[in-house]
Nanobody, 122 residues
Framework: QVQLVESGGGLVRAGGSLRLSCAAS????????MGWFRQAPGKEREFVTT????????YYANSVKGRFTISRDNAKNTVYLQLNSLKPEDTAVYYC???????????????WGQGTQVTVSS
């Protein structure tokens, strides 16, 4: 069992930055792929980025590539999402997820956090 708790969301102006954190409980954190998804009002939850459990490979949605960076610290059971050059269309609830296979869809993730709100004003 893994529990995930996100933090770091908030209100920021366009062009600004935020750093989201996702703290995980459970001794098997290091063996899970981690991902970030987001859901804007009236829209479906969408993939943002993922990082593998073993070699740190990352993959990003085209909409955030070059602006967002995912990283993980297995010693601290934490995954981070650095959001730079934020745009109003990045406004959403951001969810952290953990799973044995990861990937860009829901099916690779077994555990989800409660989400943290990111609001970008123009």
């Amino acid at each position: 069992q893994v529990q995930l708790v996100e933090s770091g969301g908030g209100l920021v102006r366009a062009g600004g930055s935020l750093r989201l954190s996702c703290a995980a409980s459970g001794r098997t954190f290091s063996s899970y792929a981690m991902g970030w998804f987001r859901q804007a009002p009236g829209k479906e939850r969408e993939f943002v980025t993922t990082i593998s459990w073993n070699d740190g490979r990352t993959y990003y949605a085209n909409s955030v590539k070059g602006r967002f960076t995912i990283s993980r610290d297995n010693a601290k059971n934490t995954v981070y999402l650095q959001l730079n050059s934020l745009k109003p269309e990045d406004t959403a609830v951001y969810y952290c997820a953990a799973g044995p296979t990861g990937g860009i869809t829901y099916v690779g993730y077994d555990y989800w956090g409660q989400g943290t709100q990111v609001t970008v004003s123009s």
